[in-house]
């Protein structure tokens, strides 16, 4: 029998029970988030799609990470791996065939690739009572990275990508307001995009 353990430290573990259960603690600083993303890009079966996401990557995770770390507030600590594996897992969904031919530009796979990491980095981020660190974040990003045009008004956060055009467009053109009738159930709440 086997039972893993997903546990950030072993401090409140006794010796005899590391040993008797047999637990390896695998330190996310021993080894990086290196691994983890050097097996996901290799399955990838397009070679131009590697070499893309290899340049991505190192362009803009690096400093989203260390910029994370040491200038906004987020409301629950993230792991570093966490990040990559949200990263990855959200281009899988994005770089559909239908969102992402193999025949298209490297660009378009930049669009997708920019709008996944807005949503990695930037969505754990949070107001406090002085200032809002998403307003930051938007400020940070758009002085930072402006290889992919994103509207300066309002949040980086507030736009999707238009799948025709491929572009950044406002939710605000997509999804409608909505008001909640105060005498409404909330079982009977449908809201259609």
């Known amino acids: ?91 899988d969904c994005l770089s559909s065939p239908i969102n992402c031919p193999p025949e298209i530009a490297r660009d378009v796979f930049g669009t997708y690739f920019v709008f996944a990491c807005l949503w990695v980095f930037g969505s754990a981020i949070f107001p406090d009572q002085l200032i809002d660190w998403r307003v930051e974040f938007s400020k940070w990003w758009l002085s930072g990275f402006k290889t992919i045009t994103i509207s300066s008004s309002g949040s980086v956060l507030n736009y999707f990508i238009d799948p025709e055009p491929k572009q950044f467009i406002p939710w605000s053109n997509r999804v409608s307001y909505f008001e909640l009738v105060p005498d409404t159930r909330l079982q009977v709440i449908i809201i259609l995009f």
């Not at 990559?84 to 897992?89: A, F, G, P, S, V």
């Open 1 to 91: 029998m086997r039972l893993p353990f997903d546990i950030p430290n072993l401090r409140s573990t006794t010796p005899g029970s590391v040993f008797q259960a047999g637990v390896l603690y695998l330190n996310h600083t021993d080894h990086g988030w290196n691994p983890y993303v050097t097996s996901w890009i290799g399955t990838s079966d397009n070679a131009t799609e590697k070499a893309a996401l290899l340049v991505l990557l190192n362009k803009y995770v690096p400093i989203c990470l260390e910029v994370l770390k040491t200038k906004f507030k987020i409301v629950t600590p993230i792991p570093e791996i966490m990040h990559k594996q949200m990263l990855c897992t959200l281009l």
